[in-house]
């Protein structure tokens, strides 16, 4: 007899409210769970799965996504609008989150409006099994920092002004754990800790820097990397790293730093490392790092590699699934692009500028309700055409390899990501990519990862493996240009209906548009 365990479950009850915060120094409204900005951590272990009940006390439709995050099966979970029903005011919404088959550093934050600018993101670190090597010592402890810009004005106001067709301004500063300056983090002299840093801002990139001591890169989004040593670290918006920092200077305090790239004016925000022997308070000059400099911030994405020979989620060596072997089944080259449309600022991706339908896609997809969407809606390629408006989705078969190709012609920092999945970073470079390009791809030991940069007027290109069905967004992380329209859907099919491939609709979905009244 063959006696299965079922891997253990972890339960949160979450109460969504607005409340008041005061991050840059100025009362704002922002969104707490259960009172507290930013959100509360979730530690879990793989394969946990984890019951999160969401109660929605705001006077708006909320909903959570969960970064990194693969939602093997079941992209109803996602907690994005093409997939999941908003939570009315007043009522809630259990998520049933299995974290399989994944270990690492991500966060959740609130997917809908323009809620991601009033708080409501949290850290989730995600462990090894006991019996799985993790190729480091344990560390004396594990601090989350969530880091990113901010704005003063109430994100109403911010959503206002995209409504109405127009940009917003540039951040007002920069947060690390919810505060402009004022968090510390107490260590032991001659330890070890591990810090996970998120990007979890609005529009810039950031560098993180510890003064006086050296970061040695272990982990990013789940995979365990080569062990470089960094001064500072380059972090995009949506990107995750874990690094090991050893105490290893006279007993006092020191500068953390997280500040704006490739920025007019830099933006900084602080927090203190302190040695908890200190007798000294952090002093002189906060430690500068680079501002606009593009060769250096590329050069230390090149340097970011898997290492082959860690065990990741399971036993195995993350090397032995050989991705620079397989052979490329479809590639998909997408450029992103800005303009008007009808007089209102709207950003696309290959000349299509997505607009949200009455319904989820993922639930039009489920009851076969017609008029939702249309896959094909956006193409493979770049048209170069004015931008349309439309409810992008690209279709895709289960279980195919595929190359996609980001080119960014404007002069800005792009990050992209894609729920549902980890890819290899098999290159970047400035210029147009070119099938020739192919030639400096990394096809040994690419990182995997779920959130990409691509730099200006440059190209960075992809291998996905399409193994997990379902309906997933791909969006830029820049706010902004996501809520007008630089996104869309990939619907990853096989016409298989077996649970082996794809869950079914959960029994608690919440049904809305032209869903409503259908049955689970």
């Known amino acids: 007899m063959i006696v299965k365990a079922e891997s253990p479950y972890k339960f949160f009850d979450w109460k969504i409210t607005y409340g008041d915060i005061y991050p840059l120094g100025v009362r704002q409204r922002g969104i707490l769970i259960n009172g507290q900005f930013p959100g509360p951590k979730i530690d879990a272990v793989t394969n946990d799965n984890l019951i999160i009940n969401v109660h929605n006390n705001l006077p708006d439709p909320f909903l959570l996504s969960w970064n990194g995050v693969q939602q093997r099966k079941n992209s109803y979970q996602d907690g994005v609008y093409g997939t999941t029903c908003p939570i009315p005011p007043g009522q809630n919404f259990t998520y049933t989150l299995q974290v399989k088959d994944q270990i690492g550093s991500f966060y959740y934050f609130p997917s809908l409006a323009f809620h991601k600018a009033a708080g409501g993101f949290g850290a989730i670190n995600i462990n090894s099994r006991p019996l799985i090597p993790v190729p480091f010592p344990q560390p004396a402890g594990d601090f989350s920092l969530l880091i990113g810009d901010w704005y003063k004005s109430d994100h109403a106001q911010l959503k206002g002004t995209l409504d109405d067709g127009h940009k917003i301004p540039s951040p007002d500063g920069v947060l690390i754990n919810g505060r402009g300056s004022g968090s510390s983090f107490t260590v032991d002299q001659g330890k070890t800790y591990r810090f996970r840093i998120s990007n979890v801002g609005l529009q810039d990139s950031l560098n993180f820097r510890i003064q006086g001591h050296k970061m040695t890169l272990v982990e990013v989004e789940g995979t365990h990397t080569v062990q470089t040593t960094y001064d500072s670290l380059d972090v995009h918006l949506g990107q995750t790293y874990s690094v090991l920092v050893t105490m290893d200077q006279h007993a006092q305090d020191f500068y953390i730093v997280a500040t704006t790239r490739f920025t007019n004016r830099v933006q900084t925000s602080t927090a203190t490392l302190h040695y908890r022997n200190s007798r000294k308070a952090v002093s002189g000059q906060i430690p500068g790092g680079p501002t606009t400099e593009i060769d250096t911030s590329l050069s230390q994405a090149r340097s970011i590699r898997t290492n082959l020979t860690a065990s990741g989620p399971r036993p195995n060596p993350q090397g032995s699934y050989h991705y620079g072997q397989i052979k490329v089944a479809r590639t998909i080259k997408l450029v992103s692009s800005a303009g008007q449309v009808g007089g209102k600022q709207r950003y696309a991706v290959n000349s299509v500028s997505f607009t949200p339908a009455d319904t989820p896609l993922k639930l039009a997809d489920y009851f076969n309700i017609e008029g939702v969407f249309r896959v094909g809606s956006i193409s493979d390629n770049p048209t170069y055409r004015p931008i349309n408006l439309d409810?992008?989705?690209?279709?895709?078969?289960?279980?195919?390899?595929?190359?996609?190709?980001?080119?960014?012609?404007?002069?800005?920092?792009?990050?992209?990501?894609?729920?549902?999945?980890?890819?290899?970073?098999?290159?970047?470079?400035?210029?147009?990519?070119?099938?020739?390009?192919?030639?400096?791809?990394?096809?040994?030991?690419?990182?995997?990862?779920?959130?990409?940069?691509?730099?200006?007027?440059?190209?960075?290109?992809?291998?996905?493996?399409?193994?997990?069905?379902?309906?997933?967004?791909?969006?830029?992380?820049?706010?902004?240009?996501?809520?007008?329209?630089?996104?869309?859907?990939?619907?990853?099919?096989?016409?298989?209906?077996?649970?082996?491939?794809?869950?079914?609709?959960?029994?608690?979905?919440?049904?809305?548009?032209?869903?409503?009244?259908?049955?689970?």
């Open 391 to 520: 409810t992008s989705v690209m279709g895709a078969d289960y279980r195919t390899f595929v190359e996609i190709v980001f080119e960014n012609p404007e002069n800005i920092v792009q990050s992209w990501h894609l729920d549902g999945y980890a890819f290899w970073v098999v290159g970047m470079d400035a210029g147009s990519w070119t099938t020739a390009s192919r030639n400096q791809y990394n096809l040994v030991d690419a990182v995997s990862r779920s959130t990409v940069q691509v730099y200006p007027k440059s190209w960075t290109a992809i291998y996905i493996s399409l193994d997990n069905v379902g309906m997933w967004n791909l969006r830029t992380e820049l706010w902004a240009r996501q809520y007008l329209g630089q996104q869309f859907y990939l619907r990853v099919y096989t016409p298989t209906k077996s649970t082996r491939d794809e869950y079914t609709i959960p029994k608690n979905a919440l049904l809305c548009g032209r869903a409503k009244g259908m049955h689970t």
